[in-house]
Every structure is written in structure tokens, then in C-alpha cells.
């Protein structure tokens, strides 16, 4: 269907009407024009106009080839494809006219730029266009966790619970009433969540972790804050990972700007681990103390310090998950726990004492479980808390102990797991530290675990037994014994 070309009249008329209606609507015009023409000189007197560029919101630009398609199920109409932000959509122009089509085009797009993408689509698109609820800080945790496809229900619940407290932060809301007796902290966490999205912007938070970190000089306080506040930053960033984010897009009216854009992490002191345990004590003083008294404490202490389990993976571990004839442990996802990625899936071998120290509480044992807690204790797994253990107590009486002798800091059962990670790579190298541990990356093996257990020497001292011809050895043991009788008699 052949289709008459517009005059330079008709073009110029709809582009002008189009500057008229998008300057009403707070768009700057220059977006919407032509953005410069010039000449150039031909060969001889011929002259000719040449556009350098024309924008999207100019009719003569969806007037190119290409630029406008036909859906043969409507007869032939045109459509447009608009991409602004990142978003890209297909709008039905309903019109076989090509001249009144790129006239369309071109408002649609003005009206993308303008009025931003629900707006223009409920005005242009409104038959097939869900209307985005606004951005606020649940919301965006509802879609995002239902959305996520592959995160833990335990991950995403740290995410939301670092969104929540930079939140809170930002505004000001008083986290000392956070819990009520009755109600838990539903009331506060109701209040957090109704905070909109745009409320938070990146520099209310950037101005709120460099409070943080700055509240309390003291060496060690500042570097545990600069410590948590990138850990929040980061967790929060989590939630809106790519590939969630087009979808958020679709289902809500986020800010042009989130929280965490553009706010690098500060700079984190060493935080490799500097072994201050010797392991060799330790088991023989717990050999004494807890196998008989706490044998469960006993039981976490061998999967922690011999195994390198996360206190998670050992509190959820499974007796069928060893092969004592092979000597191994495979850790994998059960029916029970989900591990913490990928990566953390792997095969471990057992040393033999191990191994028939572990078949003596096997032929004991009274369930699935290698952990056991009376039942008064114990938390059925299936209704724990996202970062709750199902053998708490047994947790809680290890921790104890540990700090009674000697393991200091926050995490003294995950010490246990850096302590053997430090004895590997001291033994065999940080490669095989890594794999034992069972890391993603060996980067954060070396950042955050394998310390060397002794001082590395150059070992080179061999290259001085045998001395040079021009290097005389000297004996000062004559000198220094006159020395010494001298010093007798003038005493004497």
C-alpha cells in the first residue's frame, strides 16, 4: 500500500503542535525539535539542507524506515516500539496512515519522557496496562520476595530486615520501641514498611551511615560500624537484584533514584582471621569436660572444628549424610536445610579417629538427626524463625563453654570453623583451605579466614652454611673471657 510523502508544511505543523502540548505539560521543548540543521556546500552551486539529528518526539522521526511497524492482525495498522530508561514497550497506533501514525509515535514517546511510564500507559496503552502500586518500603519487599527466584526464604529475610533498619535510621523512628510484649514488633515494622521509597533517597542514607559511623570514635567501635553499615547497604541493595528488577518496574512506581545508588562501600580494615586458639588444648580440655557432661555440645564442637560446618548445616546435619566405610561427609541440600549456594555443596573427608568416635554416637542415636536436645528444648525445624537454630540449646550451652575457655568475640562457634580453615591453609595451602571450607571464591578465604598459624620465614637460611672465600668467621669467645678476667681482678 503505496502512501503519499508529507510536505515540508504538514511535517513542521505537527512537529510545532507537539512542542505547543508537551512545554503545557513541563517538558523542555528542545527534546521535541529538531536539535540543529546546517548547510553543506556541493560540488558547483548546488546547496543542499542536511539534519544532523532529529528527536523522538519529532514526527519526521518514526517517519524513517524501520521506525514504524505493521501488525498484519489489524489490517495492516501501525505500531511503535518506545524505549526510555531501561523499559521498552509496543504501542498500537490504529491507524494505516503512516503520516498520522508518526504523529502518535512521537506523542507517546513525548508522554514516556513527560508524564514517565504508568502515566503514558494507562493514557495510550490503558486496556492492557496493570496500574503500578506506589513504591513504598513493603511493598517493595512483598514483590521482591515473591519474585526472587532462586534466594533462600533466609536470605531474603536478612535483606528486608537491613532495608527495615536503614529505614527506620533515615527517618528518624525510635528503634528502642521496637518490640512489644504482646504484639512482637509488628506494630514497628508496620510503620517502617508505610515509609515511601522516595522518602529514601541516597543522600539521606549516605548522610545517615556517616553519622553511624562516626558516633563513637573509639578505634575498635568505628571500624565494627563502617563493618555493619556496609553490610546493611549491601543486604538491602540485594533485594532489587537484576534479574528482579524489570519486573519491580512493571509492578511498581519506583524513584528515578534507590537508595543505594552510587554509595560505595568505605574501607574495611583487615578483617582476616588471626588464630588465637590452640586447638590441641582445646579438644583435650573439652574431651574432659564435655563429652561425658554435654555430649551434643560435644558432637557441634567436632562438626564446627574438624568439619568446618556452618552452625546452620550442623544443626540441620543428617546421620545418612555420612558413608562411614568411605570415610566422608556430603553436604548437600536435604528435605531440612538449603544450603547457602551452589558452591557450598562438597565432599569432606574424615580422619579415622573421627570416623569411630562418630560410629559410637551413630549406634546411639534416636532419630534422622546427628544433633539431639530434649524434647523440651527442641524447635521443630519446620517452624523456625529465619535465623533460628532447631537445637538452640545445644548452641547456647556450646557457647558458653567456648568462652569460658578462652574463644572471645561475637561468634565463637563460627570461630571454630575459621580455626580449621587457618590450620589448613597453614598445613597445606590456601587452595585447599578454600575447598574445604567450601567458599565460592577463594578471595574470601584469604580476606576473611585462612590466617597463617606461624610467621612465614624466607627459609633460605640454608644459603649461608657455606661461607664465602672473603668472609672470615670470627671466634669472640677468647676476647669476651679476658674481658670478664679483667674486669674480676679490678673488683677483686
Given at each position: 500500500m503505496s502512501t503519499a510523502k508529507p510536505?515540508?508544511?504538514?511535517?513542521?505543523?505537527t512537529s510545532e503542535a507537539l512542542v505547543s502540548e508537551h512545554q503545557e505539560s513541563g517538558m523542555n521543548a528542545k527534546s521535541v525539535r529538531v536539535m540543529s540543521e546546517s548547510t553543506d556546500t556541493m560540488t558547483?552551486?548546488?546547496?543542499?539542507?542536511?539534519?544532523?539529528?532529529?528527536?523522538?518526539?519529532?514526527?519526521?522521526?518514526?517517519l524513517q524506515a524501520g521506525k514504524l511497524l505493521s501488525d498484519p492482525r489489524w489490517s495492516g495498522a501501525y505500531f511503535c516500539k518506545v524505549q526510555v530508561n531501561g523499559r521498552r514497550e509496543s504501542f498500537p497506533l490504529r491507524t494505516t496512515n503512516k503520516n498520522a501514525a508518526a504523529g502518535k509515535a512521537a506523542k507517546i514517546y513525548g508522554d514516556v519522557?513527560?508524564?514517565?511510564w504508568n502515566?503514558?500507559?494507562?493514557?495510550?496503552?490503558?486496556?492492557?496496562?496493570?496500574?503500578?502500586?506506589a513504591a513504598t518500603v513493603g511493598a517493595l519487599i512483598e514483590a521482591a520476595t515473591r519474585l526472587s527466584p532462586d534466594a533462600r526464604p533466609e536470605s531474603l529475610e536478612t535483606y528486608a530486615k537491613a532495608l527495615r533498619r536503614i529505614t527506620a535510621a533515615v527517618i528518624g523512628m525510635d528503634c528502642g520501641k521496637k518490640y512489644d510484649c504482646k504484639r512482637g514488633s509488628l506494630e514497628w515494622r508496620a510503620k517502617v514498611e508505610a515509609v515511601s521509597l522516595a522518602q529514601l533517597t541516597p543522600a539521606r542514607v549516605l548522610a545517615w551511615r556517616n553519622s553511624f559511623v562516626n558516633a563513637d570514635q573509639k578505634t575498635e567501635a568505628r571500624k565494627s560500624a563502617i563493618i555493619t553499615a556496609n553490610?546493611?547497604?549491601?543486604?538491602?541493595k540485594a533485594l532489587v537484584s537484576k534479574k528482579v528488577m524489570p519486573f519491580l518496574k512493571k509492578e511498581l512506581l519506583l524513584p528515578s533514584e534507590l537508595w543505594f545508588q552510587d554509595i560505595k562501600n568505605m574501607k574495611e580494615d583487615d578483617l582476616r582471621y588471626n588464630s588465637k586458639v590452640d586447638a590441641a588444648a582445646l579438644m583435650a580440655t573439652a574431651r574432659d569436660e564435655l563429652a561425658a557432661a554435654e555430649p551434643e555440645a560435644f558432637k557441634l564442637l567436632l562438626l564446627t572444628l574438624f568439619c568446618g560446618l556452618r552452625r546452620s548445616e550442623a544443626d540441620a546435619l543428617l546421620w545418612s549424610q555420612f558413608d562411614f566405610e568411605?570415610?566422608?561427609?556430603?553436604?548437600?541440600?536435604?528435605?531440612?536445610?538449603?544450603?547457602?549456594s551452589k558452591e557450598s555443596a562438597g565432599v569432606l573427608g574424615l580422619d579415622a579417629e573421627l570416623v569411630a568416635m562418630l560410629r559410637g554416637y551413630h549406634a546411639r542415636a534416636t532419630g534422622l538427626f546427628v544433633l539431639e536436645t530434649p524434647k523440651r528444648a527442641r524447635i521443630s525445624i519446620t517452624k523456625l524463625?529465619?535465623?533460628g537454630y532447631r537445637c538452640e540449646a545445644t548452641q547456647r550451652a556450646l557457647i558458653d563453654w567456648l568462652r569460658k575457655n578462652g574463644v572471645t568475640g561475637r561468634r565463637p562457634i563460627h570461630t571454630m570453623r575459621k580455626e580449621i580453615g587457618s590450620i589448613i591453609a597453614s598445613r597445606d595451602g590456601i587452595f585447599k583451605a578454600s575447598r574445604y571450607l567450601r567458599h565460592s571464591d577463594i578471595g574470601i578465604t584469604s580476606k576473611l579466614y585462612a590466617a597463617m598459624k606461624a610467621p612465614v620465614s624466607a627459609g633460605l637460611g640454608a644459603l649461608l652454611t657455606a661461607s664465602?672465600?672473603?668472609?672470615?668467621?670470627?671466634?669472640?669467645?677468647?676476647?669476651?673471657?679476658?674481658?670478664?678476667?679483667?674486669?674480676?681482678?679490678r673488683t677483686a
Open positions: 510536505s515540508k508544511s504538514e511535517v513542521h505543523s558547483g552551486d548546488a546547496r543542499r539542507t542536511r539534519t544532523k539529528s532529529i528527536g523522538k518526539a519529532d514526527a519526521r522521526y518514526w519522557c513527560a508524564l514517565g502515566a503514558a500507559l494507562i493514557k495510550h496503552k490503558p486496556e492492557s496496562e496493570k496500574v503500578a502500586k553490610s546493611l547497604i549491601r543486604n538491602s568411605a570415610g566422608t561427609l556430603t553436604i548437600k541440600d536435604t528435605d531440612f536445610k538449603r544450603l547457602k524463625k529465619a535465623r664465602p672465600a672473603n668472609v672470615v668467621e670470627a671466634d669472640f669467645k677468647p676476647a669476651q673471657k679476658a674481658k670478664e678476667s679483667k674486669r674480676e681482678a
